[in-house]
């Protein structure tokens, strides 16, 4: 398993700019790329739409919690 980080300012982010990033980060086409994360039940949940990354980035802050600084952090999986 391999691991990348990147920084995406969340105003900035979207589905469709982090499959762009991670799939030249991997060297894979982004059509090819498919993406998930692991939810706070442990399921494991596929990128597949706008509405899906926007889900989690309102869960991530939801678990988070209302005192939540700094940078949103999300972890992804890729599967390809």
Partial sequence: DEMIR???PLA???LGKIAERVSASIGCSASSLRLRYKDVEGDWIRLDTPNDFDELVAA???AMGPTMTGPLSIK???VQ
Avoid: H, P
Wanted: glycine share 0%.
């Fill in 12 to 14: 900035q982010a979207d």
């Fill in 60 to 62: 991530t802050r939801e």
């Fill in 76 to 78: 992804l999986q890729v």
């Fill in 6 to 8: 990147m920084r995406i």
